[in-house]
């Protein structure tokens, strides 16, 4: 229950809740926070504050104050890679401690959030973040909430926990096999190797082999055997399209490697092929890649250098949200390709 106290009256009692400031083009947040005690020089600040007023709390069992109910529930739905700041005006932001890629469960969200009295706003998942990104917002919307709803939040956070987490990327080491006999002539500079090492550089990812191969399936073949001694992923580029002169699949397949999905509904980059060698990726990818800067490989590849096992299923569910708009300046991630 709150108590409603003039603020001339309310010299050395403890605020309820935070009370917030806003100078237009200066400031907005929190000038006194919950539990401040007023002092005499607080009582000209609360009238420019347009405050006449203050409310001090008496909370019965069944009540819990904003604060405490956001930092419970926060603490409770957070996995490993994240850290929560402290509660203010009854919200406690999430950020990840490292980079990674993030990953959220949905349903989770939207149960907590069917409550009713919580809000739970989270980024989207399957996302590469960096370090100190926010990642998701907690907040009671009542000031003071009721304990048999804080439990049912935290019910649902256990039975999903964790509800939001961030995996590490756990591969290191690449390889790059450039097929083409255009390129593998000289009659045709490569652009895939220095557009691929910026890619995986971002993750942390070194190239440990890098190999220029003519259209002849047992020679790729061969390299992808031989490179994948001393790699964690292996990353063909060229010849993935329905062209007879193109053997890049066909090659991935005689090396053992078991296709999980050749054709991607991720535009651009339908021509991707994913596929398992010994547990390790194979991953073949179409000319798209050096035209676009961002294509389904760019979906794909933090969540398989985060060591996720993605399946033919998965792959189908990118269809949803796998349009590009081929923006003229991209913002990806930050932007609904590859969002399920």
Same mark, same amino acid.
């Given at each position: 229950?709150?108590?409603?106290?003039?603020?001339?009256?309310?010299?050395g009692?403890?605020?309820?809740?935070?009370?917030?400031?806003?100078?237009?083009?200066?400031?907005?947040g929190?000038?006194?926070?919950?539990?401040?005690?007023?002092?005499?020089k607080?009582?000209?600040?609360l009238?420019?504050?347009?405050?006449e007023?203050?409310?001090?709390?008496?909370?019965?069992?069944?009540?819990?104050?904003?604060?405490?109910?956001?930092?419970?529930?926060?603490?409770?739905?957070?996995?490993?890679?994240?850290?929560?700041?402290?509660?203010?005006?009854?919200?406690?932001?999430?950020?990840?401690?490292?980079?990674?890629l993030?990953?959220?469960?949905?349903?989770?969200?939207?149960e907590?959030?069917?409550l009713g009295?919580?809000?739970?706003?989270?980024?989207?998942?399957?996302?590469?973040?960096r370090? *100190?990104?926010? /990642?998701?917002?907690?907040?009671l919307?009542? =000031?003071? %909430?009721?304990?048999?709803? &804080?439990?049912?939040?935290? !019910?649902i956070?256990?039975?999903?926990?964790?509800?939001?987490?961030?995996?590490p990327?756990?591969?290191?080491?690449?390889?790059?096999?450039?097929?083409?006999?255009?390129?593998?002539?000289?009659?045709?500079?490569?652009?895939?190797?220095?557009?691929?090492?910026?890619?995986?550089?971002?993750?942390?990812?070194?190239?440990?082999?890098?190999g220029?191969?003519?259209?002849?399936?047992?020679r790729?073949?061969?390299?992808?055997?031989?490179?994948?001694?001393?790699?964690?992923?292996?990353?063909?580029?060229g010849?993935?399209s329905?062209?007879?002169?193109?053997?890049?699949?066909?090659?991935?397949?005689?090396? *053992?490697?078991r /296709?999980?999905?050749?054709g991607?509904?991720? =535009?651009? %980059?339908?021509?991707?092929? &994913?596929?398992?060698?010994? !547990?390790k990726?194979?991953?073949?990818?179409p000319?798209?890649?050096?035209?676009?800067?961002?294509?389904a490989?760019d979906?794909?590849?933090?969540?398989?250098?985060?060591?996720?096992?993605?399946?033919?299923?998965?792959?189908?569910?990118?269809?949803?949200?796998?349009?590009?708009?081929?923006?003229n300046?991209?913002?990806?991630?930050?932007?609904?390709?590859g969002?399920a």
């Open positions: 229950m709150m108590k409603k106290v003039r603020i001339e009256e309310a010299v009692l403890p605020l309820a809740h935070d009370l917030t400031q806003i100078i237009p083009g200066k400031f907005k929190p000038r006194f926070r919950v539990g401040h005690v007023i002092s005499p607080d009582i000209e600040i009238r420019d504050m347009g405050r007023h203050i409310y001090v709390i008496e909370l019965s069992e069944d009540e819990v104050h904003e604060n405490e109910a956001s930092l419970s529930l926060a603490q409770a739905i957070i996995g490993d890679g994240l850290r929560i700041s402290d509660p203010a005006e009854g919200k406690v932001s999430i950020f990840s401690e490292s980079a990674g993030i990953k959220i469960n949905k349903k989770a969200v939207k907590i959030n069917m009295d919580y809000v739970l706003s989270t980024v989207h998942g399957n996302v590469p973040v370090d *100190g990104q926010l /990642i998701a917002s907690v907040k919307i009542p =000031l003071i %909430g009721k304990r048999e709803v &804080l439990h049912q939040a935290l !019910e956070a256990r039975k999903f926990k964790p509800v939001i987490s961030l995996k990327y756990l591969l290191k080491r690449a390889s790059l096999i450039i097929t083409g006999k255009e390129i593998y002539e000289g009659r045709v500079k490569d652009a895939f190797e220095p557009r691929l090492r910026k890619k995986l550089l971002t993750f942390g990812v070194e190239v440990v082999n890098v220029i191969f003519p259209d002849e399936p047992s790729i073949a061969e390299a992808i055997i031989s490179f994948a001694k001393d790699s964690d992923i292996l990353i063909c580029t010849g993935m329905v062209d007879p002169e193109d053997t890049t699949p066909t090659a991935i397949k005689l090396s *053992g490697a /296709i999980e999905r050749y991607s509904p991720l =535009l651009p %980059g339908a021509m991707t092929l &994913l596929a398992y060698l010994n !547990e990726p194979v991953v073949g990818v000319a798209a890649a050096v035209y676009y800067k961002t294509t490989l979906v794909l590849l933090p969540r398989l250098l985060a060591g996720e096992r993605i399946s033919f299923e998965d792959i189908a569910e990118l269809g949803y949200g796998g349009l590009c708009w081929l923006c300046t991209c913002h990806f991630p930050c932007c609904p390709f969002r």
